[in-house]
């Protein structure tokens, strides 16, 4: 098992920049693709980008890809998630997560890792 923490969220106006990050620690935790999801207040769970094992494929969700970064450090042991442009609707609690495998995915149910969220708001 993986355990995951996440950090770097906060309160930003319309526009700003935040980088989350998250530390994973246990068993190979570096051979595993990851991801992050956000949750907005009475919405599902969401696919925001993912991450291949080694960094070498990455997965957005389309309304982020031109906005959001997603990228690792495996001598770290982190994941990075860079947000620029931040929107309202970008307002929700982010989760990272490991993957069973390898290669990323955008179902939430090929994750079986989970961190315990961090919040970002955007105020307009």
């Known amino acids: 098992q993986v355990q995951l923490v996440e950090s770097g969220g906060g309160l930003v106006q319309a526009g700003s920049s935040l980088r989350l990050s998250c530390v994973a620690s246990g068993r190979s935790a570096s051979n595993k693709a990851m991801g992050w999801f956000r949750q907005a207040p009475g919405k599902e769970r969401e696919f925001v980008a993912a991450?291949?094992?080694?960094?070498?494929?990455?997965l957005n969700e389309d309304s982020v890809k031109d906005r959001f970064t997603v990228s690792r450090d495996n001598a770290k042991n982190t994941l990075y998630l860079q947000m620029n442009s931040l929107k309202p609707e970008d307002t929700a609690v982010y989760y990272c997560a490991s993957q069973r495998g390898i290669w990323p995915t955008r179902s939430r149910y090929d994750y079986d890792s989970w961190g315990q969220g961090t919040q970002v708001t955007v105020s307009s």
């Open positions: 991450i291949s094992w080694n960094g070498g494929e990455i």
